[in-house]
């Protein structure tokens, strides 16, 4: 990995405009070692790095680049200077990174394919945004249940170097309906004239139009190195490969954290983000939680009078409304992860519900038992009962609404982490109000 002072030489050369001494800074380095330089590097100064590359390391080391590398690459560099080092990928790369590119950019990366190129490209194109269909490769060699091992491992051997994978080899029938999968290891160990159909497995497999995320996962779980794809008649369309897959979940899993902290995920590392892109991935976050803010407002207001009797109570309030909300989050973010892992779905929303009232029950319990017992010396039991009810009451009102939320969310087709946070901190803020001011008004008879 380039170290700082490699990094600050390499951005001195290209101030300076200095193409030769460049070109033997990144002589004979890896295409690995490249990689992270170009990620490391503001997206001008990485332009200038990776033109003076030679185009076949140029190749290698653009298709391991970061999908937003990439773009700023295209963005920096114009489609014109990297038009074949794109056309040297697969179409599901293609197509990942034309999504990141302006639609005027994308258009124009696209007529630089031709025949075959641009078939499989506009093959993957033409499934829905974050479908399985959008990620998978066209390009893939097969197998007929009755060929033998000796047939198969020949087309291998002939078309390794023009599909994504040979190491799961899906079989099909004469109208590509698939019929299951066989790997090259049992084709290598097999007699040379045995049946496929005598070496093939079941298949794991997905709809094309079904969900990126669950698809991969769900490769990953099964431990196969490639998911057949299929569409509605369960016609081969092409594969997700094991790399890809574990490339989706771990894109997902960094929305999903970045979301849970109210923020969008950065698309570049965070010292190379300008702030305006920094700023644009948080701003919509805070103004919704202004929105929870302005509620809490109010709901004070309709409670001031009770808080000009009792001042001490306002000296529990971010108490109060910060157990709430954590309480709420800490069931979203456990359900969250059991839906990830297809451990729940939508139509458990009941059983989930059952189970949250029960955890906040005994979680409100605790909790009231402590905050009865520590401010009741201070201010009085009355006080403290207040309190203690409270958070009685509200925790398996937030654990429940926490646990319910994502599944209703992910039944509404939307991203649980996206709806989740900002709802339950609405919620919860306004709601903890109402019930802490209710206890208190019948408790103390303000």
């Known amino acids: 990995m380039p170290t700082t002072t490699t990094l600050r030489s390499v951005r001195d050369l290209v101030s300076a405009q200095d193409v030769s001494g460049l070109v033997a800074q990144l002589r004979d380095k890896s295409p690995e070692w490249l ?17 003076v590359l030679p185009k076949p390391l140029a190749t290698t080391v653009f298709d391991q680049l970061d999908t937003a590398v990439q773009a700023d690459l295209v963005a920096t560099l114009g489609h014109t200077e990297v038009g074949d080092v794109f056309a040297s990928l697969d179409p599901d790369d293609q197509v990942e990174l034309m999504d990141e590119l302006p639609a005027r950019v994308a258009k124009q990366l ?6 075959a190129e641009l078939q499989a490209a506009m093959t993957v194109l033409g499934y829905p945004s974050g479908s399985v269909g959008r990620r998978m490769s066209p390009e893939y060699m097969h197998a007929r249940p ?3 091992a000796r047939t198969v491992l020949e087309r291998a051997t002939r078309l390794a170097h023009m599909t994504e994978t040979i190491y799961t080899i899906p079989v099909i ?17 097999a007699q040379p004239d045995q049946p496929v159909q005598e070496l093939m497995s079941t298949a794991v497999q997905a709809r094309a139009s079904e969900d990126a995320e669950d698809a991969a996962r769900r490769c990953i779980d099964h431990g196969v190195l490639a998911l057949p794809v299929v569409d509605g008649e369960d016609r081969l369309v092409g594969l997700l490969t094991i790399d890809d897959a574990a490339r989706i979940v771990r894109t ?3 929305e999903d954290i970045a979301r849970a902290g109210a923020h969008e995920p950065l698309r570049r590392r965070y010292l190379l983000t300008p702030i305006r892109d920094i700023t644009r991935s948080r701003i919509v976050w805070l103004l919704v939680l202004a929105v929870s803010a302005i509620l809490t407002v109010n709901v004070l207001e309709l409670f001031e009078a009770t808080l000009e009797q009792r001042v001490a109570l306002a000296l529990f309030i971010p108490l109060l409304t910060g157990i709430g909300g954590n309480t709420g989050s800490q069931a979203a973010t456990t359900v969250t992860r059991a839906l990830a892992t297809n451990e729940v779905d939508a139509r458990d929303a009941p059983r989930v519900a059952f189970k949250e009232v029960r955890t906040g029950l005994l979680l409100g319990a605790i909790l009231g038992t402590l905050g009865l017992a520590v401010a009741s010396p201070f201010y009085g039991l009355d006080i403290g009962s207040v309190i ?3 958070l009685l009451l509200f925790c398996p009102i937030a654990a429940t609404v926490g646990g319910v939320m994502p599944l209703i969310a992910k039944a509404a087709r939307v991203d649980p982490a996206v709806f989740s946070t900002p709802f339950i901190s609405t919620f919860c803020d306004a709601s903890g109000l109402l019930i802490y001011f209710s206890v208190a008004s019948a408790i103390l008879g303000l």
């Open 35 to 51: 990689v992270d330089l170009l990620e490391e590097l503001p997206a001008e100064d990485a332009a200038v790095a990776f033109r």
């Open 110 to 115: 696209l007529r630089s394919l031709e025949g």
């Open 146 to 148: 009755t060929e033998s």
């Open 173 to 189: 029938l004469a109208d590509r309906v698939l019929t299951g999968v066989v790997s090259l290891r049992e084709l290598l160990a």
């Open 252 to 254: 997902a899993a960094d």
């Open 388 to 390: 203690g009810l409270t």
